[in-house]
């Protein structure tokens, strides 16, 4: 079955300086990726998915995120956070019929 | 367009007592799911529908819970008799292509 491992449950970091925040999957099929950001008191917006070609994905807020099948990872990453990057984020992967699992979280506290 | 619309936002109830949640997924939306999220965990599918059949309830929990989706629109979710353990929020998302779009959940206190 897919799993989706986040072992960093909070990351803090201070404005201006870069962070990655770890995402781990197992599956034994082609899998589609996901990051989805969660701020306070909403539902979940898709930040970037990978589904096929570049192995490298970006969003429009400056957020990026790489596939790497040997490692089994999709890690999220911004070379500079702002203080409204403050939010939960959650790796997630399609089984397949278009159902998603989720992994645990990382919580994302930048402070001044 | 208009997102995907739950309600209510926020609710408070004994244990025991029953409770229901609305969604209305974005419209042309055939994929319409339901996710439990514990604090601090991340969401957990309920039950996922295709039009108004089920396609996945194996994590239901069947003797309390139950979802309808008559008219392959809008959605139900009920919980009867509701457990401390219910506490959560629940998140109703609809999808298009390979994208699930999420509405704001419900957060659901049992005391």
């Known amino acids: 079955a897919q799993s989706v491992t986040q072992l960093d449950s909070q990351v803090p970091v201070f404005e201006e300086a870069p962070v990655e925040l770890r995402c781990n999957y197992s599956s034994s099929v082609s899998v589609y990726l996901f990051w989805y950001v969660q701020y306070p008191n909403q539902g979940l917006q898709l930040l970037l998915k990978?589904?096929?070609?570049?192995?490298l994905v970006e969003s429009i807020n400056g957020f990026e995120a790489e596939f790497n099948k040997s490692q089994t990872s999709f890690h999220l990453r911004k070379p500079s956070v702002h203080i409204s990057d403050t939010a939960e984020y959650f790796c997630a992967v399609n089984t397949g019929f278009q159902k998603l699992v989720f992994g645990t979280g990382t919580r994302l506290l930048v402070s001044p | 367009e208009a997102g995907v619309a739950q309600s209510p936002r926020y609710k408070i109830i004994e244990k025991r007592q029953s409770v229901a949640f609305w969604c209305n997924p974005i419209?042309?939306?055939?994929?319409l799911y339901w996710y439990q999220q514990i604090l601090g965990q991340g969401p957990k599918l309920l039950i996922q529908?295709?039009?108004?059949?089920?396609?996945?309830d194996s994590q239901l929990p069947k003797d309390r819970f139950s979802a309808e989706r008559l008219k392959g629109v809008d959605s139900t979710l009920k919980i009867q008799p509701a457990k401390l353990e219910d506490s959560a929020v629940y998140l109703c998302a609809s999808t298009s292509a390979m994208e699930q779009y999420f509405g704001p959940g419900t957060r659901l206190t049992v005391t």
């Open positions: 529908f295709q039009n108004n059949g089920v396609v996945d």
């Open positions: 990978y589904l096929s070609g570049s192995t």
């Open positions: 419209s042309g939306h055939a994929t």
